[in-house]
């Protein structure tokens, strides 16, 4: 954790205190090792970070003095939309994009994905907001991205994808295209299949899109890898 991230529930009313427990509070107390005196990086959700002065750190309750001066790194102009993986997979995606500075995860259906994963509690609205989390504070970040599902292909293909591509480059991974140079496309819209890749009917549906299929060479990455590595890139 190189920030602790607040909520507007932690701060004590009219103060510029923050009152905090369980997981973060756990997190200063053993890994941080802070004492009163101490200073910690903090943000607050989609607002400014800056510093929190240790007041107050017992074996239940971190109390801080907050001041807010800063903005929070700029997003990447990339747009991120991945076919649903397994769940421990899908956990660190969202950690990774969040980390990055992706704006925007699409999570959508594809023939090679296991329609069971679509029940996963890794999708409930909490568990994604915890991973969303983890990232933004490995990244001394504080704005969340917004998630979407589309659990049909053919719509997130023909209806949704476009408002997308207006101004951006659909960029499909995918081994037999292109290489990909640094930073070549800029803003953009990255695509990434499932673990077990598209099908050649998906293919060209993002390609009569207007996408390109770009990879980074013969080798086959993990998803994550993947997303990592082509994030990376177009940056």
């Not at 510029?16 to 990086?41: E, F, I, Q, T, W």
């Not at 995860?105 to 890794?122: C, D, G, L, P, Y």
Request: charge should be positive; glycine fraction near 8%; charged fraction near 20%.
């Amino acid at each position: 954790m190189n920030l602790v991230l607040l909520a507007a529930p932690d701060i004590i009313p009219h103060t510029s205190r923050a009152l905090l427990r369980g997981r973060r509070h756990a997190h200063v107390l053993s890994v941080h090792r802070a004492s009163p005196g101490d200073v910690l990086n903090v943000g607050m959700e989609d607002g400014q970070i800056g510093q929190g002065k240790v007041l107050r750190l017992t074996d239940t309750e971190l109390e801080m003095e907050v001041a807010l001066n800063a903005d929070p790194p700029p997003k990447v102009p990339v747009i991120l939309a991945v076919a649903l993986m397994r769940p421990p997979v899908l956990k660190r995606v969202l950690q990774t994009a969040a980390a990055m500075g992706v704006p925007q995860i699409h999570i959508f259906h594809a023939r090679r994905v296991e329609k069971s994963f679509w029940n996963s509690s890794a999708l409930v609205p909490g568990e994604i907001r915890e991973q969303l989390i983890l990232g933004l504070e490995q990244a001394r970040d504080t704005v969340l991205p917004s998630v979407t599902y589309h659990k049909r292909f053919k719509p997130f293909v023909e209806d949704v994808l476009p408002h997308f591509l207006q101004g951006r480059q659909g960029i499909v991974a995918d081994p037999s295209g292109r290489p990909l140079s640094k930073g070549a496309e800029g803003r953009a819209v990255l695509i990434i299949g499932p673990e077990g890749g598209f099908i050649p009917y998906e293919l060209e549906r993002f390609q009569a899109a207007g996408c390109i299929l770009a990879g980074l060479g013969p080798r086959i990455l993990r998803v994550e890898t993947a997303v990592t590595a082509f994030l990376a890139m177009l940056s």
